[in-house]
C-alpha cells in the first residue's frame, strides 16, 4: 500500500512539472487608451515640426503614430546612395534630441525603394540607408528596446511605380514615432508587407531627377 501511495505522488509531480512546463500563451501588447495616446501625439507633433522647418523633411500624423520622411533625393548622395548628405544631418539629430530623455516613446526607421531594378539589391539599399538614418539616434543615445530598424524595398509604395514622379516619392526612409507598449505590433505589422496595389493611384506631380532604370 505504501508503495502504491508513493507511485500515486510521484505520478502527481510528474504531471504537474509537464504542465509547468508548457509554453505560455503570448499576450498581446495592451494599447494606451487613446486619451494618452492624444496627448503625446499633440505635445510632440509641435516639437517635430520644428525640428524639421526648413527642411525637405515631410511631418504627418498616422492616427497613432508621428511619421517624419525624409525622401531619397536631397537627403543621400547620389554618388553613395547609402550615405546620408550633410543637410540631412541636422533634422534628424534634432528629432533624435527631443526623444532622448523620454523612455516612453520608441523608433521604427523604414527604408523604402521604388520598383525599378532587383529586389533583392533595392531591398538592400533601403536597409542601408534606414541604417544610415538609425545611426545618428544611436549617436542620441537611444538602444534597442526603443530603436527598430527595417529595409522594405518597394513592398510599401506611397505612389504607383509607373511614372519617374512616383518612383521619386516611393524612394524615402521614414520616422516613425510611436509609444514603446506599441512598438512591437508596429514591427510585426511590417515584418511581411503585401505590396500594394496602386495601379489606379493617382499621379503626382513630383519632380524626380534621379537616374532611371534602376532604384535609387
Not at 32 to 38: D, Y
Not at 115 to 139: H, M, P, W, Y
Not at 196 to 212: N, S
Request: glycine share 6%.
Amino acid at each position: 500500500m505504501r508503495a502504491n501511495k508513493i507511485f500515486a505522488f510521484t505520478c502527481c509531480l510528474l504531471i504537474a512539472g509537464c504542465a509547468g512546463s508548457e509554453k505560455k500563451e503570448v499576450k498581446p501588447a495592451v494599447m494606451p487608451a487613446p486619451e494618452v495616446t492624444r496627448a503625446w501625439l499633440d505635445e510632440y507633433e509641435p516639437k517635430l515640426r520644428e525640428a524639421v522647418k526648413g527642411s525637405h523633411f515631410e511631418l504627418e500624423r498616422r492616427e497613432n503614430l508621428l511619421v517624419v520622411t525624409a525622401p531619397v533625393q536631397g537627403s543621400f548622395n547620389p554618388d553613395r546612395p547609402q550615405m546620408l548628405l550633410p543637410v540631412s544631418l541636422g533634422p534628424i539629430s534634432r528629432v533624435a534630441k527631443l526623444l532622448e530623455t523620454d523612455q516612453d516613446i520608441a523608433v521604427v526607421v523604414l527604408g523604402h525603394a521604388d520598383s525599378s531594378g532587383d529586389d533583392a539589391k533595392n531591398r538592400e539599399l533601403s536597409q542601408q540607408r534606414a541604417r544610415a538614418v538609425t545611426s545618428i539616434f544611436r549617436l542620441s543615445g537611444l538602444k534597442q528596446n526603443r530603436l527598430q530598424v527595417m529595409g522594405l524595398g518597394s513592398d510599401a509604395p506611397r505612389a504607383a511605380n509607373d511614372s519617374a514622379a512616383g518612383r521619386a516619392l516611393n524612394r524615402r526612409v521614414e520616422i516613425l514615432l510611436t509609444s514603446r507598449d506599441t512598438m512591437q505590433g508596429l514591427i510585426a505589422k511590417y515584418s511581411q508587407p503585401a505590396k500594394a496595389q496602386l495601379k489606379d493611384a493617382p499621379k503626382v506631380a513630383a519632380v524626380d531627377q534621379g537616374k532611371q532604370g534602376k532604384s535609387e
